[in-house]
């Protein structure tokens, strides 16, 4: 079956340290895979879209890579702080329609 | 611009009842989606519409009706609620498509209860 895979634990790193998230997918083989940020009580908000064709991408702080022999894509975020806790979820569109399958997210926690 | 507004925030509802969870957005987007919410299972693609009078089923769609009668309003239907329904839901606009990938954008959310 497909499945797109996150890590279920909640993630808890020291500010100023690299956080480092892992999305997983199978029997899929999507063109596009995103990266979205969110907040309790709040809906997701986009940050990145990486290309099958692009390895790596960055924005400011953020990183991420797309392995599509894999099968997964890497999220970076460097010199973290509190305000970057929150959950990140990944997604994919698998079809190239607009009808974007989202991993269950993981739970990132920076401590002071 | 406003972007994704989303009607009611939250809502009780009996088991049988029947509601519309409103949404709209302003950013003339064509595509726009409903998602649930519940812990531990992320997003749950409900229906999506690729534009108006356009409408096409996602992941968990029984117990949901669609339509798509205008570019800005797409609202989700429950037609006879159950507990199950119990969730939060979402709606998202979506930028993109062409080649170029999607990025959808949220609204607030709507959280309902089904006793």
């Known amino acids: 079956s497909q499945k797109i895979e996150q890590n279920s634990e909640a993630l808890n790193i020291q500010e100023g340290k690299t956080a480092t998230l892992t999305c997983n997918y199978t029997n899929y083989s999507p063109a596009y895979l995103q990266w979205y940020r969110q907040d309790p009580g709040r809906g997701p908000v986009f940050l990145l879209l990486i290309r099958e064709n692009e390895k790596e991408k960055r924005k400011e702080r953020l990183k991420v890579t797309f392995d599509t022999t894999l099968k997964q894509s890497l999220f970076h975020i460097t010199a973290s702080q509190p305000a970057d806790s929150a959950t990140y979820l990944c997604a994919l569109d698998p079809s190239g329609a607009p009808k974007i399958i989202f991993g269950s997210g993981t739970r990132l926690s920076i401590r002071p | 611009n406003a972007g994704v507004t989303q009607t009611p925030k939250f809502q009780v509802l009996k088991t049988g009842q029947s509601m519309t969870l409103q949404c709209a957005q302003d950013?003339?987007?064509?595509?726009m989606s409903w998602y649930r919410q519940d812990p531990g299972m992320g997003l749950r693609l409900i229906h999506y519409s690729v534009g108006a009078g356009i409408t096409d089923q996602g992941e968990v769609p029984n117990g949901y009706n669609v339509s798509r009668s205008t570019t800005e309003d797409f609202p989700l239907r429950l037609l006879s609620a159950a507990p199950s329904q119990t969730s939060v839901y979402f709606c998202a606009s979506t930028r993109g498509g062409g080649g170029a990938g999607y990025e959808q954008y949220f609204g607030p959310g709507t959280r309902l209860t089904v006793t």
């Open positions: 950013m003339n987007h064509e595509y």
